[in-house]
């Protein structure tokens, strides 16, 4: 299937998960990977209770997670959410970014200047 474009360039779609539900968050990832092999440009950045899933879904070697992380589609979790979920730790070891740029939080406003359409899981 062709790319799509907004003119001249390439359609860009941050995938913004909150969800801490393992079926939402797997939508969402395999939503960015049907984007992605569409041609768009995707971006998933993990908030609220979805940064409780990456060390479930490593431990369960989950191939469309794994994917996603090291093509560097999936680009970090929220840092306070990480702190107050406890999972912080966990986070780290598995090399995820930790985005804080939102009051502590990990936020959509560097995306949306940067053109991206922000879909919420």
């Known amino acids: 299937m062709n790319v799509k474009k907004e003119g001249a360039k390439m359609k860009k779609v941050l995938i913004y998960t909150m969800e801490g539900k393992k079926m939402c968050f797997l939508h969402a990832l395999m939503n ?3 984007l992605k092999e569409k041609g768009y440009q995707v971006k998933v950045l993990l908030e ?3 940064v409780t899933l990456p060390k479930e879904l490593v431990a369960e070697n989950n191939p469309l997670f794994q994917g996603l ?6 680009v970090g979790v929220c840092l306070a959410c990480s702190k107050t979920l406890g999972v912080f730790e966990d986070n780290e070891k598995l090399g995820l970014a930790m985005i804080d740029d939102m009051y502590g939080h990990a ?4 995306y949306m200047e940067e053109g991206y359409e922000v879909l919420i899981f």
Do not use: N
């Open 48 to 50: 609220g209770q979805s």
């Open 69 to 74: 992380k090291e093509d560097g589609t999936i």
């Open 107 to 110: 936020g959509v406003g560097k």
């Open 32 to 34: 960015a990977k049907q």
